[in-house]
């Protein structure tokens, strides 16, 4: 992730939480500008309408240790002039300094400043000092296929298709396609569907004991599946699977207290949360706004591919 964007994606995602419903957020945009009819980048882009009257808004986010100075702000009139946006926001982690403010005021930039709180500060609020987390694990350790009469499972199409190179069962390979809608599975789609239909977890304990669950599926009747093989299909008529399953739990403190605040009384703050998820890290955000009296959540891949975020009333 390159230097700021981390701030770029928090400004986002605080934005995203208290924005109008049908507001289209963007982080980064391209924007034409009307003198050079080039496109241009802008941080956070934010449109929505008042009644048939669009609306651009344009944030602009540095991350750095000085204090922004008067010509950034210059820069950022006149660039919100050039892409015809209504509003322009300059966001600092490091404040503006007087002449800055000064000349904000003059050229009606809105300022914010990004700032870390201590965890004490935010528990006035969020009563949650950590979150729980639960992931769900199976590992499939058999695979058996039942064919319909007169196939050859020896067929060594058949088992170029099932298997992988190192002899064992491909489980993610779609090479099951349905009968009735011709959509091609996997043999891990048909455990997966097993499990929401019989909630496997429901009973399972939260400390990583492992369960061992097995199950008949049979096609003989309703949807029928064949396995595709080379220029052939050959109808399957069950299979028999079995796997382990089990819960890992753990708990999470909060990662990052934030607030986000303006001159013009808006002051927001947020407590992070960083949960790993098979493999993939996720971070969940609470943001409450003290001038409103409003809060809201967010879920986002800690990773440069944006935020989506659940609004708070």
């Known amino acids: 992730m390159r230097k700021g964007r981390e701030l770029e994606i928090i400004v986002e995602a605080l934005e995203r939480c208290f924005a109008p419903a049908d507001a289209d957020i963007k982080s980064p945009d391209a924007i034409l500008d009307r003198v050079t009819g080039t496109l241009r980048e802008v941080d956070v882009s934010i449109r929505y309408k008042i009644g048939s009257v669009p609306i651009?808004?344009?944030?602009?986010?540095?991350?750095?240790?000085?204090?922004?100075?008067?010509?950034?702000?210059?820069?950022?009139?006149?660039?919100?002039?050039?892409?015809r946006a209504s509003r322009a926001v300059a966001v600092?982690?490091?404040?503006?300094?007087?002449?800055?403010?000064?000349?904000?005021?003059?050229?009606?930039?809105?300022?914010?400043?990004v700032s870390e709180l201590t965890?004490?500060?935010?528990?006035?609020?969020?009563?949650?000092?950590?979150t729980i987390g639960g992931s769900?694990?199976?590992?499939?350790?058999h695979v058996a296929f039942e064919f319909a009469a007169g196939v050859d499972t020896s067929d060594p199409e058949i088992r170029a298709s099932l298997h992988r190179a190192d002899g064992r069962i491909?489980?993610?390979?779609?090479?099951f396609r349905s009968?009735?809608?011709?959509?091609?599975?996997?043999?891990?789609?048909?455990?997966?569907?097993?499990?929401?239909q019989h909630d496997l977890f429901k009973a399972s304990a939260a400390d990583g004991t492992r369960q061992v669950r097995k199950f008949h599926l049979s096609f003989d009747a309703g949807e029928r599946y064949c396995l595709v093989a080379g220029d052939r299909q050959?109808?399957?008529?069950?299979?028999?699977?079995t796997a382990e399953t089990w819960i890992d739990q753990t708990q999470h403190s909060i990662s990052r207290a934030l607030e986000y605040t303006g001159a013009d009384g808006t002051n927001i703050q947020t407590v992070q949360f960083e949960i790993p998820v098979q493999g993939k890290d996720f971070v969940v955000s609470l943001y409450s706004d003290v001038q409103n009296s409003r809060t809201g959540a967010s879920l986002r891949r800690n990773k440069d591919d944006g935020s989506d975020a659940t609004k708070g009333a």
């Open 92 to 113: 600092s982690s490091s404040g503006f300094s007087e002449a800055a403010r000064l000349k904000a005021a003059h050229d009606a930039i809105d300022l914010r400043t």
């Open 56 to 83: 651009l808004v344009i944030l602009e986010c540095r991350d750095q240790s000085a204090t922004q100075d008067v010509t950034w702000i210059e820069q950022l009139a006149k660039k919100r002039d050039d892409v």
């Open 179 to 196: 009968q009735n809608s011709g959509q091609l599975v996997s043999v891990s789609s048909f455990w997966w569907a097993a499990v929401d």
């Open 234 to 241: 050959y109808e399957i008529v069950s299979i028999a699977l």
């Open 136 to 141: 769900r694990n199976t590992n499939l350790t």
């Open 119 to 130: 965890t004490e500060v935010v528990l006035g609020w969020c009563a949650v000092p950590h």
């Open 170 to 175: 491909d489980i993610v390979r779609n090479v």
